[in-house]
């Protein structure tokens, strides 16, 4: 499974992103789908987590109410909608396909065993 992850780039605090991953040849829709993130020099976090259907969501704190993940099994995509951009958003996003998370366990890596390249976002004026 080879995922893409695309829609990164420069836009200034305020502002909006939309993200996408893909994963051609492959149906997405076997797979729970999270969003992470690496920010310089940090350690990389959990950002959100849609399950296959789309019944369940979850979001790390930080993005809560500005962010929204979104999923079109017809077109094989997931969506990370990011709204009122913050320069602590900036770092390189990934998207990554597993099973078996739920609520208190979406943000840990070991649940994700097929992971994009990551796209980059930098939020800053």
């Known amino acids: 499974v080879q995922l893409q992850a695309f829609g990164g780039g420069l836009v200034q605090p305020g502002g909006s992103l939309k993200l996408s991953c893909t994963a051609p040849g492959t149906s997405l829709d076997r797979y729970a789908i999270a969003w992470f993130r690496q920010a310089p020099g940090k350690e990389r976090e959990g950002v959100s987590y849609i399950s296959r259907n789309g019944d369940n969501t979850y979001y790390a704190d930080s993005v809560k109410g500005r962010f929204t993940i979104s999923r079109d099994n017809a077109k094989n995509t997931v969506y990370l909608q990011m709204n009122s951009l913050k320069p602590e958003d900036t770092g390189v996003y990934y998207c990554?396909?597993?099973?078996?998370?739920?609520?208190?366990?979406?943000?840990?890596?070991?649940?994700?065993?097929?992971w994009g390249q990551g796209t980059e976002v930098t939020v800053s004026s």
């Open positions: 990554a396909a597993g099973f078996g998370a739920n609520g208190g366990t979406w943000y840990r890596e070991r649940y994700y065993k097929y």
